[in-house]
């Protein structure tokens, strides 16, 4: 069995500087993942799908709380555990959908096929 050392990880494949696939910025290897998006571009993904996540939980709890209001119809008595219950609802379905839209937005990878290199951004195409 090989030791820790002589195996060789996705790193070894690689040079030290590696182009981000995404924002097409030479970065160090130390910087990027393993689908080679550097921290920058995987925290504005972040940040993007978390706006969407909150959408999705939104949408969650208001379904929640439509069928809490028709099919269930609550007494008085407890209302504040139904609201609870919805609170949960969209903060759980804030969750998922947050997961969901980083997801797709990684294996969709849109901004790397439209990106365009830095050195001919400001040449022009036909330089």
């Known amino acids: 069995m090989a030791s820790g ?3 060789s990880t996705w790193r070894d494949r690689y040079p030290d500087e590696v182009t981000c696939v ?4 030479t970065r160090d290897l130390t910087h990027l993942d393993r689908m080679l998006w550097c921290d920058l571009c995987r925290a504005q993904a972040r940040n993007r799908a978390g706006w969407w996540g909150w959408l999705g939980g939104l949408a969650f709890g208001a379904c929640i709380a439509a069928f809490i ?3 269930i119809q609550p007494s008085d008595l ?4 139904w609201a609870g219950t919805v609170v949960a609802a969209i903060w ?4 998922v959908s ?3 839209a980083y997801g797709v937005m990684r294996f969709r990878n849109t901004h790397a096929a439209d990106a365009v290199p830095p050195d001919t ?3 022009g195409p036909l330089a």
């Open 121 to 123: 951004a400001e040449e």
């Open 98 to 100: 947050r997961e969901l």
């Open 69 to 71: 209001w028709i099919g």
């Open 5 to 7: 050392r002589e195996r």
């Open 92 to 95: 759980l379905g804030s969750k």
């Open 22 to 25: 995404r924002c097409l910025e």
């Open 78 to 81: 407890i209302v504040g555990a």
